[in-house]
């Protein structure tokens, strides 16, 4: 990729860790076949590592056990790949013989999304990964870095990073899981313009949606707009799961595609999702595009809506002229209306799990 230019957003403005350029280096050239003859035996104890990739596996956490002496790094004081061979070593060491993920990065990165940035976010911080470095060894090690000076498996800036072990693997995966984090807070949830910022820098999209409203995509560089394809797709809603993906919320990332369902007066979260209160008989809309259910009971109506993907929203609360059941829609669709208790609770699952809807919506 090309480099790109942080945008300042003020003539005395510091940069933020969070508004550092990323560019995905180049594909790799034969590093398979260079790691073949220059395979060597390890030079470090590796037990930590083997240890908590067997605790990813199993659905732990990401942990502090991995050995020092794996540890590379352009932080003073610790110690970093020099070459080809000892890269070869390391890796010889930490294989894990899953053929798909054989140096458990790949779970590392699901695990730091999940456990960061939140419940849904794995799938989709995996495939920013791959789409920052490839999960290419010579560059989680710090061996390649891009055409701006970007490091390690998350393409840190140096400069805006300058404590963080760019080139060990969960430091890094951290690090730039927080950054996501950052930038979703920074645009209320929108998942698209969160990573456009990670890729482009915050300055930069801030910029372009003052000056684009709601066709900033266009604006953006051509290698921002071939990275959000890359990761979630164009702008529209899909609803079949790509090959390989995983609980992609629509398509689009599970963060920042819940539209407001209704003109609301006010809100708390309640143990059923978000309670919204409204004015009884106000329109309710589809929060998003999906295939509606309708349960009626004795304690009212509940209209479920499946977004594909593993992904279902409900609203319990409404009334009046309901879809069928079985009928698809559109964000925005008219529902019904709030009934007469004058409030409307939105409900959001994944896979089954209820996850909280207001980190999720747009507006």
Avoid: C
């Amino acid at each position: 990729m090309d480099a790109l230019s942080p945008i300042s957003t003020g003539a005395t403005a510091t940069p933020s860790p969070a508004d550092a350029t990323r560019n995905a280096p180049a594909t790799p050239v034969s590093f398979a076949a260079v790691l073949e003859r220059q395979i060597a035996e390890a030079r470090s104890r590796v037990d930590g590592v083997r240890a908590e990739i067997a605790s990813l596996r199993n659905g732990g956490g990401i942990g502090s056990g991995i050995d020092a002496g794996l540890r590379t790094s352009n932080v003073a004081g610790t110690p970093r790949a020099t070459s080809v061979a000892d890269v070869a070593a390391r890796l010889q060491s930490i294989s894990t013989g899953d053929e798909a993920d054989p140096y458990g990065w790949r779970q590392m990165a699901r695990s730091a999304g999940e456990e960061i940035v939140g419940a849904g976010y794995g799938p989709l911080f995996e495939r920013q990964i791959q789409q920052e470095s490839g999960f290419a060894p010579d560059v989680v090690f710090g061996l390649r870095k891009s055409s701006a000076g970007a490091e390690g498996i998350a393409q840190l800036m140096p400069q805006y990073y300058p404590n963080v072990d760019r080139t060990d693997p969960r430091a890094s995966l951290l690090a730039g899981a927080r950054s996501m984090d950052h930038y979703l807070s920074a645009w209320d949830g929108d998942v698209r313009k969160a990573l456009a910022s990670y890729n482009a820098g915050l300055g930069k999209v801030r910029q372009l949606v003052s000056a684009h409203g709601d066709r900033w995509e266009a604006a953006l560089p051509l290698e921002t707009r071939r990275y959000l394809s890359a990761i979630v797709g164009d702008a529209r809603p899909l609803f079949s799961r790509p090959s390989g993906a995983a609980a992609a919320f629509g398509g689009r990332g599970p963060a920042g595609v819940l539209t407001m369902p209704v003109d609301r007066t006010g809100s708390r979260v309640v143990d059923e999702g978000l309670e919204l209160t409204a004015e009884a008989g106000s329109a309710v809309r589809a929060p998003a595009d999906g295939t509606v259910h309708v349960t009626r009971g004795d304690a009212g109506t509940t209209l479920s809506i499946d977004h594909g993907n593993g992904w279902q929203s409900r609203l319990t609360g409404i009334d009046g002229d309901l879809p069928a059941d079985g009928s698809s829609v559109r964000r925005g669709t008219p529902l019904g209306v709030v009934d007469g208790s004058g409030w409307l609770v939105l409900g959001l699952a994944l896979d089954g799990r209820a996850v909280p809807p207001l980190r999720y919506l747009i507006g």
